[in-house]
Nanobody, 116 residues
Framework: QVQLVESGGGLVLPGGSLRLSCGAS????????MNWYRQGPGKERELVAG????????NYADSVKGRFTISRDNAKNTVYLQMNSLKPEDTAVYYC?????????WGQGTQVTVSS
């Protein structure tokens, strides 16, 4: 059974930084693509960043390019999202997602609030 557990969310001032982590179990982690999604208040869930299983290629939503960095540590079965220069509009619940072909799994989410 796939289990994804996010951590690292919290309250941060505009311009601040946070690093989210997502630990995976129940899968051969290195074989799965990993993604971070977010869902802000009154908004639909959107893809923030993704990293492939094979070569670790990354992709980002335009709204976070240059500010967020996704990375993975296959030895620790963990994917990270480093978030810098945070803005109030980054406030959302952030979800970790694992994907392999037609299979997918979600974490429970972690709240990120950017506010002064």
């Amino acid at each position: 059974q796939v289990q994804l557990v996010e951590s690292g969310g919290g309250l941060v001032l505009p311009g601040g930084s946070l690093r989210l982590s997502c630990g995976a179990s129940g899968i051969t982690f290195s074989n799965w693509g990993m993604n971070w999604y977010r869902q802000g208040p009154g908004k639909e869930r959107e893809l923030v960043a993704g990293i492939t299983s094979a070569c670790g290629s990354t992709n980002y939503a335009d709204s976070v390019k240059g500010r967020f960095t996704i990375s993975r540590d296959n030895a620790k079965n963990t994917v990270y999202l480093q978030m810098n220069s945070l803005k109030p509009e980054d406030t959302a619940v952030y979800y970790c997602n694992a994907r392999r072909y037609s299979l997918g799994a979600w974490g429970q989410g972690t709240q990120v609030t950017v506010s002064s």
